[in-house]
């Protein structure tokens, strides 16, 4: 198995949310990247980057272009990008177009990290694994699946990633 | 990437420890993969099978046959095989001898599920993830990598499993 | 120490927020306070009833009312109230001028319980033993501390609890 | 109600726990008490003293000795003492009978706090009411309920504490 380096870049998405106790609202601070890959005594050589803290509903299409700059310019060839669920799929096509040559794993949480029983951590583990052993090409990795970047949707009615335009 | 069942062979460890109140004792009762994979919102075609609930240190050649075994008879060509850290590395070498020609992956825990701020749930996104990608083999994926199951061993003062013999 | 019967009235607030994973925002379903009680080994007798299941902030005249009739008509002389903490203060209040004659504790959370790391436990805890040592009257239960139902506000900037009008 | 400073004097027990994940084993390391009361979000003038970190099924006579020579020399009026539950009526008992003159009020809890759903923090934020709110006398506060330090054992088949001698 590969032990070349692997660059996480952080978006944001369900992933990072937290509470807001004084306005008792949903909101971003940092990214729970260090500490999850520290809950999970991850020993891979993982440097993450924080490109944005968004909700992926939020996302532009200058957003996108920043993505595929980072995943084009950094000097990992093995990349997984942390995002809301909701785009996920569409930033994958984006991805899948720009034909960046790297194994790119696009990844997120329908339960944010911090309010304990998240899916986060198994996804992170997923992502990570599937970054390792898969070639080039780009790919969402949700429900303990992998999808090709380019045939992959969301449903909206039940949460679940499957195959399709 | 493969949809293919994945047959999931529980044999205790860490993983699934539990603490008895009682007589504040840690004990094994029920394996909690089908909780994890709930908590996942695993959708592979998984299919659970518990064939021992021990502390792998006192697992037995008798019960690595029986490991063996049942990795041989089932009808998966895709294996992940929950096992206790400490005598993982053995369990490895006993099944590469075996040649068994299918995808067999060995993880575990360093923290009890049960207990909050587990490793398992990581471990088990990327056993799962690994075991769809890669070729017939015997491995063990822990800390975020993947060992080939004839080169790898757990550091006891670190409890990190590294390459070596 | 009494061993009366206690009677819970939830209202809903923080306490018993949860996250709707499929559209990414907080809401109330049921109550958690038959989960909360079986996690504390609670063995006084609890009889809990669910009156609304709203955020404080929306909590109309109307609402308080059927807070003081429910208070006066119950069988119980103990009664532990659930409560957003925004408008905690004001049906305080509205309690005191009532003059039920009963001891009546107010508490809610600044974390809801669903989420992990939440003070509503502590709260609950501490709301229960209260309502069981103090006379007759109206009490604030929050920060470990109890005021008196007149007495007491919310600091909006830092969520504590202190005396004042 | 009273805003006199509470001593809390830290003996260990199952609050305390946590697991060695090198060893498997449970062990003490520090208390997490300071952790739990930011948790709590408490707000009560309260002064942490570790006195020692053991199973109170090895608490021995010397031990309580010192117990009770630290709630006696303390400035502070009113004491929790947490402390493991096997002898906790015990050391109740040899608090009765030193005659000390301050609300002394004993908790535990039958999960540790480290293991996610544990009892711990409601029986804190019990404890720490209680003696807020209670004349001088030696107490147990568990399961919600508060019993006189004389007339309390716990049930070894049920692990629920209920009058008795």
Redesign the interface.
């Known amino acids: 198995?590969t032990?070349e380096p692997i660059r996480v870049l952080v978006t944001g998405g369900?992933f990072d949310?937290e509470?807001d106790?004084?306005h008792?609202?949903?909101y971003f601070k940092d990214t729970h990247l260090a500490e999850?890959?520290r809950?999970?005594?991850?020993?891979?050589d993982?440097r993450v980057r924080t490109l944005m803290m968004i909700?992926s509903l939020e996302m532009t299409d200058a957003d996108r272009r920043a993505i595929v700059d980072h995943c084009r310019a950094c000097d990992e060839a093995r990349i997984v990008v942390t995002h809301g669920t909701?785009t996920m799929a569409e930033t994958a096509r984006v991805l899948v177009a720009a034909g960046i040559g790297k194994t790119i794993v696009l990844t997120g949480a329908?339960?944010?990290w911090?309010?304990?029983?998240?899916?986060g951590?198994?996804?992170?583990?997923?992502?990570?694994?599937?970054v390792?052993?898969?070639p080039a090409g780009v790919?969402v990795?949700m429900?303990?699946?992998?999808?090709?970047g380019g045939r992959v949707r969301k449903d909206?009615?039940?949460?679940?990633?499957e195959e399709g335009a």
Chains 1, 2, 3, 4 share one sequence.
């Not at 911090?114 to 899916?119: I, L, N, P, T, Y």
């Open positions: 198995m032990s369900t949310k509470y106790e004084l008792g609202k949903l999850m890959l809950t999970a005594r991850c020993r891979v993982v909700d909701d329908m339960i944010p911090a309010f304990g029983s998240s899916d951590l198994f996804n992170l583990g997923s992502a990570l694994s599937f390792q052993a898969l790919y990795a429900n303990g699946r992998c999808f090709a909206r009615d039940t949460g679940v990633f």
